[in-house]
């Protein structure tokens, strides 16, 4: 069985920071790109970032872009999401998510593709 697991959410005042993780069992986390997404209460699902298989292409949301940083450590089967600055608007369920490989990486942050998904993990900027 192939699974997604994120973890790191939690309450967080504006301006702070946030580190998820998320991490496959049941296969090998080389093979595929990985993106972030996140829905927010009352909202449309959103793409936030993806990381290419070697983490050499990277894109990012507008909304995040200096603020969301991505990046991977295949030998411990992770991805992680560290999020700095953190905004009320960022308030959502994140997800992460595998792509299938014959789409051989990220060409964006749009949905198409994603097999495995997380189950999510809540974050909340508030004060």
């Known amino acids: 069985q192939l699974q997604l697991v994120e973890s790191g959410g939690g309450l967080v005042q504006p301006g702070g920071s946030l580190r998820l993780s998320c991490v496959a069992s049941?296969?090998?986390?080389?093979?595929?790109?990985i993106g972030w997404f996140r829905q927010a209460p009352g909202k449309e699902r959103e793409g936030v970032s993806c990381i290419s298989r070697r983490g050499d292409i990277i894109y990012y949301a507008d909304s995040v872009k200096g603020r969301f940083t991505i990046s991977r450590d295949n030998a411990k089967n992770t991805v992680y999401l560290q999020m700095n600055n953190l905004k009320p608007e960022d308030t959502a369920v994140y997800y992460c998510a595998a792509r299938r490989p014959t789409y051989y990486g990220c060409s964006g942050v749009g949905p198409e593709g994603y097999d495995y998904w997380g189950q999510g993990t809540q974050v909340t900027v508030s004060s």
């Open positions: 049941g296969f090998t986390l080389d093979y595929y790109a």
